[in-house]
């Protein structure tokens, strides 16, 4: 099956613009999970959508924001860019059934804002 | 709060053991794993819950201590394929159940 897609996979910006970031889940899987990674400050949870809600955000502003579609596709959206913005945006998908629980990551799309 | 991992890097050789801990200021209520390898994405081990039992992944396996708050992953008879670095994710209420990392522990398994 196909794995998790995201797009683009790199992407250079400026300062006080703004950047949209899609992931395309495994089929199946209605959870979506997003995730920064620096150098810095290493994996930070961002949000996670079940079902196009929001069931948990991590402790970023609220510049950091996100959806999920009926199709269980999901977008972040960073307005405002800052330098400290560039980073690693990791979206993962997972399915929780009975005791069995799987989780897979996307390739991350590689956002550096100047 | 972020979960202490230790140590920060191991190196081993092919075959041998080791044991990555990952410790908790605040109670547990799940424990995630994961290996990153360098320029790739995280792949997630497995998931450890409270009160659940130790999991498994070929040779790699985790236990779950809930009174120490901590977890141990265990990587057995390691293989050159082991080699990157792991990551723990922790869940607690006093987070409101947001997954919070440690800071990874570095493997790097020589033949």
């Known amino acids: 099956k196909a794995g998790v897609t995201q797009t683009p996979r790199y992407l250079i910006k400026t300062r006080g613009q703004q950047v949209t970031l899609s992931c395309s889940p495994i089929?199946?899987?209605?959870?979506v999970s997003w995730y920064q990674q620096t150098p810095g400050q290493g994996l930070q949870f961002l949000f996670e959508?079940?079902?196009?809600?929001?069931?948990n955000k991590g402790n970023f502003p609220g510049r950091f924001s996100g959806r999920q579609f009926s199709n269980s596709r999901s977008e972040m959206n960073v307005s405002t860019l800052e330098l400290g913005d560039s980073a690693l945006y990791l979206c993962?998908?997972?399915?929780?059934?009975?005791?069995?629980?799987?989780?897979?990551f996307g390739p991350g799309t590689r956002l550096t804002v100047t | 709060q972020q979960p202490v991992q230790s140590p920060q890097a191991v190196i081993l050789r092919e075959g041998e053991d080791a044991v990555i801990n990952c410790s908790s200021s605040?109670?547990?209520?799940?424990v995630h794993w994961y290996r990153q390898k360098h320029g790739e994405a995280p792949v997630f081990l497995m998931i450890?819950?409270?009160?659940?039992e130790q999991k498994g992944h070929d040779k790699i396996s985790a236990s779950f201590n809930e009174k120490k708050q901590q977890s141990s992953l265990y990587l057995t008879a390691s293989q050159l394929s082991y080699s990157g670095t792991y990551f723990c994710?922790?869940?607690?209420?006093?987070?409101?159940?947001?997954?919070?990392f440690g800071g990874g522990t570095r493997v790097l398994v020589k033949p």
């Open positions: 959508y079940f079902s196009e809600t929001q069931r």
């Open positions: 994710g922790t869940e607690t209420k006093a987070a409101g159940n947001k997954l919070t």
């Open positions: 450890l819950l409270k009160g659940g």
């Open positions: 993962a998908s997972s399915l929780a059934s009975g005791v069995t629980y799987e989780q897979y």
């Open positions: 089929s199946g899987h209605r959870s």
């Open positions: 605040k109670a547990l209520y799940s």
